[in-house]
């Protein structure tokens, strides 16, 4: 059934983008999408109507908006769903779009949930337990730290920063890491994080003036590197739903909110970071969920939306490239290879749609034309994929 309103998904780069715009157009949504990227998957969907290239918003944030501006007039958009780091520029223009509506908090908000520093603050504030965590704004406050009787471990990663690319596990009783290597100061801080032993887990959700509306959850298995996670299974975890809960309703958020947490083997749950935007817990859901709902406001307040089906998805093509060997070396040979042939085998690709084959069959030339840009920009890829939409503050 066509419902005839029209929503705008930027960040299309981001295979949640692309799974979010398949599910919504099957719940009669016209999608529209758009992204500084020249060509992301969703570009290659049947699924949107149109898709538009957008100025880099960290090079030129004024030509972005201005953009931005005439494609949600041009198509007469009356939602708009950022979902990657473009959101913390495009806060800005909220109310700014005519009668569109922007499913994103206010600016501040965002940036200090972004802030791997300001949401621990926010954590405390909300009367929730969170890791110990210190500022560094110089070096020396890092050799602070340094005690050679010390077994304290410190997770240290950069204030503003993402996919864990930059994360050191420190023990206080070594040497800490070079200087020139963290490159400490007052513009580009980070913080020291007291390490938690214990399961990772992520979640993502969809909350609006503080309540919640939808929500799901999975445990870190699989990953790219230290970062990104490649297989997503909903495991249903009452106290992080709790917790997520009350944390919303705290700040009274509005928008897609993801949280990193660790329960230890006591079953207390330690909030790590936040990503107030779309991440992979979306792929989770599935279009009998209809996130539409709690896209618009409009599910029933009293209950919230959770993924129906059980069955794991996954990133196919991350899973071959890293999954395997990944495995091997946490569970030894023959654990590690049954473990991801098991997942292989159980999980469905989440760029993979009969209905909808072209970003399946043009991933190829998608992630060869990123290698050959970032290597040709002397950049690792992964940070190169968000290179000209990051916000670091």
């Not at 520093?117 to 602070?144: H, N, S």
């Not at 599910?299 to 060997?325: V, W």
Request: charged residues 20%.
């Amino acid at each position: 059934m066509r419902t005839g309103r029209r929503i705008l998904i930027t960040g299309g780069r981001a295979p949640a983008a692309l799974d979010l715009a398949r599910q919504l157009a099957e719940q009669g949504y016209e999608v529209y999408a758009a992204d500084s990227m020249a060509s992301p998957l969703i570009r290659f969907s049947t699924c949107i109507k149109r898709y538009e290239v957008l100025p880099a918003p960290r090079v030129d944030e004024a030509a972005f908006g201005k953009a931005l501006a005439a494609m949600v007039e041009k198509y007469s958009i009356e939602l708009l769903i950022p979902t990657c780091e473009e959101i913390y520029y495009i806060a800005k223009l909220r109310g700014k779009l005519g009668s569109c509506m922007v499913f994103t908090d206010e600016a501040e908000k965002l940036t200090a949930l972004h802030s791997k520093w300001a949401f621990i603050e926010m954590v405390r504030e909300a009367g929730l337990a969170a890791p110990e965590t210190k500022q560094l704004r110089c070096y020396t406050e890092l050799k602070q730290l340094h005690n050679s009787a010390s077994e304290q471990i410190w997770v240290l990663k950069p204030v503003y920063s993402r996919f864990a690319t930059k994360v050191h596990i420190w023990h206080a009783n070594e040497s800490p890491p070079p200087a020139a290597e963290l490159q400490l100061s007052a513009d580009s801080p980070w913080v020291a994080q007291a390490y938690v032993a214990g399961q990772e887990y992520c979640t993502y959700s969809i909350a609006k003036e503080g309540k919640l509306l939808a929500y799901s959850d999975y445990a870190v298995d699989f990953t790219a590197g230290r970062g990104a996670s490649t297989f997503f299974q909903a495991c249903h975890q009452p106290q992080l739903r709790q917790w997520v809960e009350t944390f919303a309703a705290h700040t009274q958020f509005t928008g897609q909110i993801a949280f990193d947490f660790i329960i230890d083997e006591s079953g207390a749950v330690w909030p790590l970071e936040c990503n107030p935007r779309a991440t992979s817990g979306l792929h989770l859901f599935d279009k009998r969920d209809r996130l539409g709902r709690a896209l618009w406001g409009t599910g029933q307040r009293s209950s919230i939306i959770m993924p129906q089906q059980s069955r794991g998805k996954m990133i196919a093509a991350a899973m071959l490239a890293y999954g395997l060997s990944q495995q091997r070396r946490q569970r030894g040979l023959w654990r590690g290879s049954w473990h991801w042939l098991a997942c292989m085998a159980g999980g469905r690709d989440v760029i993979f749609s009969w209905k909808d084959p072209g970003p399946f069959l043009m991933q190829g030339y998608v992630w060869f034309d990123l290698w050959r840009r970032a290597r040709k920009a002397e950049q690792p890829l992964i940070a190169f994929t968000t290179a000209d939409i990051e916000w670091n503050g």
